[in-house]
């Protein structure tokens, strides 16, 4: 079947074997990218924040959940087999309490040639997992709804959800 859109896999080669993109040419620009998860806590785990966290014997939860989002958006190369190594600028990760949901968002930024979508994504997503693990002896009727890119900019092409 052909492409209309005419877009094509870039993680292929030629022969359409998996192939790490080769950036050489690209220029060097500050890249940022914002990916948010969210994860519904049901009311066994929302009773038991004390302020903005739930106190456990491992810690604070979302402080402990932040960490986690950190080291894997910093670890992204080592979980998705053709993402480029990159040094990352920053990294931050935000969790607040909407309603029933946690709501997480990673931002990345580096300057580089490549973007930082995937790191961001991972970040957001590892953090979900974080909340899920610290608060399972309450309930596994927890449910990471969703996790999505909110924005890029600094590549080829800008995005924004």
């Known amino acids: 079947m052909a492409n209309p ?5 870039t993680h292929l080669n030629k022969s359409g074997q998996p192939a790490m993109v080769d950036v050489s040419d690209k220029n060097i620009t500050l890249r940022v990218a914002v990916a948010e998860s ?3 806590l049901p009311e066994e785990v929302r009773s038991q924040f004390t302020g903005q966290d739930i106190q456990t014997r491992k810690g604070g939860v979302f402080q ?12 992204t190369p080592e979980l998705i087999p053709l993402c480029h190594t990159l040094l990352l600028d920053g990294v931050d990760v935000n969790i607040a309490l909407e309603s029933e949901e946690a709501v997480i968002r990673c931002t990345v930024k580096t300057t580089g040639k490549t973007g930082v979508e995937m790191e961001a994504l991972t970040g957001a997503t590892v953090a979900a997992l974080t909340v899920y693990d610290m608060c399972k002896a ?4 927890m449910v ?8 890029k900019t600094g590549g080829k092409a800008d995005y924004a959800r």
């Open 5 to 9: 859109s005419n877009k094509e896999f």
């Open 144 to 151: 990471i709804r969703e996790t999505k890119l909110i924005s």
């Open 38 to 40: 969210r994860i519904f």
């Open 64 to 75: 402990t959940a932040i960490i986690a989002g950190i080291m894997a958006a910093k670890k």
């Open 138 to 141: 309450f309930t596994h009727d």
